[in-house]
């Protein structure tokens, strides 16, 4: 039975809005800053090359894919508008005796001089929490269920040693590639949230650009400074991009009522706040 006018412009609104909320996922990620710049913590950061958004094609991106993979994914298209980089082979398998051990998630070619590179892509939401000591150890995740320590000591003694195992190797091999060739860096995107209030944070060495927001626990929220604004919560893939005008935005007391839920679930949301019609801020109420 053929669809009504109103089924057809709705199914075609929400066409319209995915394909809206691709192409700013998109710009977002390639905007995100890198967590540090150069050379640190004995890794070398990635430098973005300059991206043609008209030769990239996003409208493969599929929805239904947790956001990590679907950053390797935005990652892989984005080379369709690059001229640098030619992709050799994507998320390649390490295992021993069928057992996965890890995976390469990205090696690339560079044209101008023939190096082929072993990328590793890491996209992050970090809160700093300047009780835990230095900078290295104050980023947390927002449900501290991960930390930037951690990532690190994961990248520089597992991922990065994928290459060089006998059965990476093998894997290598079968792509015309020797891991003694190899150069090695990482492409670590992330946004970083201070406490509330604390705007003078030392973050060294890490990017200050990186900053996107803020965090507070949950009983700040609750607090009359809070009442006059409007909120929504923003989808896990929204998280990324800048906060814009969905049209329709919560009061206080019905944020409160949504973040009462999450917060017994234990989860930390992401929140943005319109304060005026132009100024939107986003941060992070956490549960714990």
Not at 20 to 26: D, E, I, Q, V
Not at 134 to 144: C, T
Not at 147 to 168: A, D, R, V
Request: charged share 25%.
């Amino acid at each position: 039975m053929p669809r009504s006018f109103i089924e057809t412009l709705t199914v075609w609104s929400i066409f319209v809005s995915m394909v809206t909320l691709t192409s700013k996922f998109l710009k977002a990620f390639i905007k995100t800053p890198p967590l540090w710049l150069d050379r640190q913590f004995g890794i070398e950061q990635f430098v973005f090359p300059n991206i043609d958004y008209v030769a990239v094609d996003d409208s493969k991106v599929p929805a239904n894919m947790r956001l990590g993979h679907k950053m390797e994914h935005l990652f892989k298209i984005c080379l369709q508008g690059q001229v640098i980089y030619e992709l050799i082979a994507h998320n390649v398998a390490v295992k021993r005796d069928n057992r996965t051990l890890g995976e390469i998630d990205f090696l690339l070619k560079n044209k101008r001089d023939g190096r082929v590179l072993h990328l590793e892509l890491t996209y992050k939401f970090y809160l700093i929490d300047t009780t835990l000591g230095e900078p290295i150890y104050q980023l947390i995740g927002p449900n501290k269920k991960d930390t930037f320590y951690s990532k690190l000591e994961k990248l520089k003694n597992t991922q990065f040693h994928m290459p060089f195992l006998e059965e990476g190797k093998e894997q290598l091999a079968l792509l015309d590639v020797k891991s003694e060739d190899l150069t090695q860096e990482v492409c670590f995107k992330a946004q970083l949230f201070v406490p509330y209030q604390h705007s003078e944070v030392v973050i060294k060495p890490f990017n200050k650009h990186c900053v996107a927001g803020f965090w507070l626990p949950f009983e700040a929220v609750t607090t009359s400074k809070f009442q006059a604004y409007e909120y929504y919560l923003p989808t896990k893939d929204e998280w990324t991009v800048s906060p814009y005008d969905k049209g329709s935005w919560m009061s206080h007391y019905e944020l409160l009522l949504e973040l009462n839920i999450l917060m017994f679930k234990k989860r930390s949301p992401l929140i943005w706040m319109k304060k005026e019609e132009s100024v939107v801020e986003k941060f992070f109420v956490v549960w714990w």
